[in-house]
């Protein structure tokens, strides 16, 4: 009788299935649902592979006058096009990956750059700031490669002045796992696991990565401190955070269940087991321990405890929040969105505002001014899961905001001229604009709508 390998069979059912991101364990099958007229998503899909190909650096290739070639011997995917962002985020990279538009090669060069910039001795930067064992870059440099693992520099020796925290961000360990399960799963490359990368096996880099943010024994939540802070997630890296952290948690949540498959191909099924577990658990404590009076999700239980929409949208899209606990959230933003506290042209708030902190400030504690940037400014990274959220409560209003969204990029889009920038990373009702050929603007949304249509 043929004997069939249970590992093969396992990876052979994910490509057949397409290579679809399975969310956290308990979370139910998406429906199908039509958010775009074909029109719209042609053009979407469209957009978006040519803004994936704007933000390729060729080995060789110099993006910016400051700064040197491409010298990591392979193609590195950065935030975008044009001068923004002149080298390779972890987050950007891995929260494009299910686009479909990099290929195998592409990602094993880049998943293999990451891995060998972990850190691999705990060190305290000039600034006062430490990099421990296990962790993941921010971003790293692409002309000599040096990992930098804090916002707000290019520099190496510059880098972590305790601005952006004691720490380094949080969520690109979890993105560092998210990068390997998806190459793993879509390729069939079992065998990446037990690739020696800088005298580590891969798998042993996963797991310090996964256990490297500070978090409880008992519930795995991911939580920080005023003495020993750092930022949740790299899309807030200017606003500070503290207590238990929502959409940290929420990432961490997924790259338990990754975790687990990835264990599972490794074969070892106790570990897998005990992954699994600790997504059930985050998953059981999120809504005890973030859900607010409205139906809401705090970003966090200490410093900017508002409600945070981004987290909300995607803790419904993973099946996180369910039953009539996710009904309860879905309502919220649909209301907010309707009374035109939610969105601008497509493009969503990570906080409502009328869940503004001050008059000053929309989140408690933020280093740029109020409606610019990360602090009041409206993004499109986050429209597919919100669109998503909004759509089990009133169908026609997700079609609306889906379709607000696309006509912005129509209206300026790139690739008109120099004069025209969308996607842009944020924008503003004032005029405000920031940073044009954003990718994680298209790739996120499309993402949504392609698996769901």
């Known amino acids: 009788m043929l004997r069939i390998n249970p590992v093969i069979l396992f990876i052979f059912l994910m490509i057949l299935s397409g290579g679809c991101i399975r969310k956290p364990s308990g979370t139910g099958d998406h429906g199908k649902f039509t958010f775009l007229s074909e029109e719209h998503f042609k053009f979407l899909e469209k957009l978006t592979k040519d803004v994936i190909d704007s933000s390729r650096i060729s080995p060789g290739e110099k993006v910016v006058e400051n700064t040197g070639p491409n010298n990591t011997g392979g193609i590195l995917i ?50 006062g700031s430490i990099i421990p064992y296990g962790a993941i870059a921010d971003h790293i440099r692409i002309d000599d490669g040096l990992p930098v693992y804090f916002p707000g520099t290019l520099g190496y020796d510059d880098q972590g002045n305790k601005k952006f925290g004691i720490f380094p961000p949080y969520d690109d360990q979890y993105y560092f796992i998210h990068i390997v399960w998806y190459y793993a799963m879509t390729t069939g490359d079992k065998n990446i696991l037990k690739e020696q990368i800088n005298y580590r096996v891969l798998s042993d880099r996963l797991i310090s990565a996964f256990h490297l943010p500070p978090s409880h024994e008992d519930n795995h939540l991911v939580y920080t401190t005023d003495d020993f802070r750092g930022v949740d997630f790299g899309f807030r890296d200017v606003i500070t955070m503290t207590g238990d952290l929502c959409f940290t948690s929420i990432l961490k949540c997924r790259a338990a269940s990754e975790m687990a498959d990835l264990m599972k191909i490794s074969g070892n099924l106790k570990a897998a087991s005990r992954y699994t577990k600790i997504a059930e658990s985050i998953k059981s404590a999120i809504p005890s321990i973030f859900l607010n009076e409205k139906g809401m999700l705090r970003a966090s239980t200490g410093k900017s405890s508002q409600p945070d929409v981004w987290a909300s949208g995607l803790a419904v899209y993973y099946g996180i929040l369910e039953g009539e606990t996710a009904g309860k959230a879905c309502r919220v933003l649909t209301e907010a969105y309707q009374k035109g506290e939610l969105a601008f042209r497509g493009n969503i708030r990570h906080i409502l505002t009328t869940d503004d902190f ?25 429209t597919g899961w919100i669109c998503y959220a909004i759509s089990r409560t009133d169908p026609e209003a997700a079609r609306k905001l889906a379709a607000e969204y696309v006509l912005e990029l129509i209206e300026n889009d790139f690739r008109k001229g120099p004069e025209y920038g969308s996607p842009y990373e944020c924008l503003h009702p004032s005029g405000f604009r920031q940073n044009p050929v954003y990718m994680a603007t298209v790739a996120c949304p499309y993402i949504v709508f392609k698996k769901l249509k």
């Open 78 to 127: 950065r935030p975008g096009g044009r001068s923004c962002y002149p080298a390779f985020w972890i987050r950007d990279y891995a929260m494009s990956l299910e686009t479909g538009f990099i290929t195998p090669e592409e990602q094993k060069h880049m998943l293999k750059l990451v891995a060998s910039t972990q850190c691999d001795q705990t060190w305290i930067t000039k600034g």
């Open 358 to 382: 001050s008059d000053s400030t929309a989140w408690e504690q933020s280093l740029v001014a109020k409606n610019t940037y990360q602090n009041g400014a409206y993004w499109g990274t986050p």
